[in-house]
């Protein structure tokens, strides 16, 4: 059974809304333990809770004490608090060699079952693998999109990767949706959460289906660099000391990010640095995607969808053009139908003309997408999605043969 996303979303996301009372965004961890030290000696729950989670994974400037802190951990969720219960749980799922199933369930339940975010993966989690029962992958998506609606950092992007994947994503048949995908990571990113700027940055730097966005691809890996992620750092460090996916060269910004990487203990960034510092080390990088091809057109400015599969050339005045059918009014009328205005650009008030080109098949379907004329990112992306979704034209002709063909078509977005 493939299960769509939408049916689940609106049902979801009010439940999200109307129930889910803790926060597991970053902007609510963003604080330092010392703060909380009197209230949690005094024996306050949450004080309890935060210095617990402080202590167990060695942050908000507390020494790392892991055995100290699911004590703490574990006096808050004796009193009742729920987060306290939903991070044991969290905590026994994915660092225990062999995780108890039965006190993990009972702890997600006394939690608030899925009606909490991070309680929802550990449950997705468990369902998917099997552990502790036979796999179900259709009850573990509704785990994971709970999950991903109550906001659940993890959860976001897990149900972002799963929404990109064109197949069965871990036995689970979610519709492929690589645009929604986008959406869900720029939401997660929205809110800090440092996994979600590496996946946009690969996004839109591969540009499969969406299209390729350098300069949006930059700015997320840079923004998630300065948030902290390391393979952020890692990765815009080498492009910087290398000059490569569209950054210029700079060996001193770039030698700064990968000693950021290496201080947090990503080995790449210390390898390639011990590489550059010449001990003999050898450099070498299964992370990085390859360049990509220049592109032909002086025309061309941010979003390029590729269709591989276009191995013959594309005629750009072909005897007959290629044809919507019914026409021009008809394809106009498709436009109006399927085109869904960004929220953001609504908010914003940003219109204009995107003016795109694409490759109409000899058999009619679509191919490479360009957009030739940027207005807004979002804009562009919806022109893209847009222009992805039209049905076979009658392909041109040149000779009276079918060949692929270049067409040419501008969007505009109006608001009223």
């Known amino acids: ?37 009197a209230a949690a000696n005094a024996g306050e729950p949450e004080a309890l809770y935060r210095v617990g989670y402080a202590l167990i994974y060695g942050s908000n400037g507390a020494a790392k004490d892991t055995k100290s802190g699911i004590k703490l951990l574990e006096k808050s969720a004796k009193q009742g608090f729920k987060p306290a219960k939903s991070e044991l749980a969290y905590y026994y799922t994915f660092y225990s060699d062999k995780p108890n199933v039965k006190k993990i369930r ?22 998917v693998n099997g552990i502790g029962s036979e796999a179900d992958p259709e009850l573990a998506a509704k785990y994971l999109m709970n999950s991903a609606f109550c906001k659940f950092p993890t959860g976001m992007v897990e149900f972002a990767k799963c929404l990109d994947y064109d197949g069965p994503y871990m036995g689970m048949e979610i519709e492929y949706d690589p645009f929604a995908a986008v959406n869900w990571l720029r939401k997660a990113a929205d809110y800090g959460v440092t996994d979600a700027f590496i996946e946009l940055y690969y996004k839109f730097t591969a540009g499969v ?6 300069p949006l691809a930059h700015r997320y890996l840079r923004e998630g660099a300065r948030l902290g992620d390391r393979e952020c750092q890692y990765t815009l460090g080498v492009n910087l000391m290398e000059g490569i996916e569209g950054f210029e060269k700079d060996t001193v910004e770039g030698r700064k990010y990968l000693e ?8 790449l960034a210390a390898d390639y640095l011990r590489g550059i510092d010449g001990d003999g080390s050898r450099y070498e990088d299964d992370r990085m995607i390859g360049s ?14 590729v269709d591989e599969s276009n191995e013959a050339p594309v005629v750009n005045q072909p005897d007959v053009f290629p044809e919507f059918p019914g026409g021009i ?22 219109q204009g003309k995107v003016v795109a080109r694409f490759v109409v098949k000899s058999d009619g379907t679509i191919g490479t997408i360009e957009i030739l004329r940027s207005v807004d990112s979002d804009l562009d992306l919806e022109a893209a999605r847009v222009i992805g979704l039209l049905p076979k034209f009658t392909p041109g002709t040149v000779d009276g043969k079918p060949v692929d063909v270049w067409y040419i078509l501008p969007i505009s977005f109006k608001l009223p």
């Open 292 to 305: 990509l091809p220049e592109v032909d057109s002086d025309l061309f400015t941010e979003i390029r969808i």
């Open 260 to 267: 950021m990487a290496s201080a947090q203990g990503d080995e």
């Open 209 to 214: 289906k969406i299209g390729v966005n350098r």
């Open 329 to 350: 009014s008809a394809l106009m009328g498709f436009l109006c139908q399927e085109i869904r205005y960004p929220d953001r650009c609504v908010n914003e008030k940003i």
């Open 1 to 37: 059974m493939r299960i769509l996303v939408l049916s689940f979303a609106i049902v979801l996301a009010a439940l999200a809304s109307s129930v889910h009372a803790f926060s597991y965004l970053p902007e609510n961890f963003n604080y330092q333990v010392s703060d909380y030290e």
């Open 106 to 127: 009972r702890l997600a339940e006394e939690a608030g079952g899925t009606n909490d975010g991070q309680v929802a993966y550990v449950l997705y989690y468990l369902t």
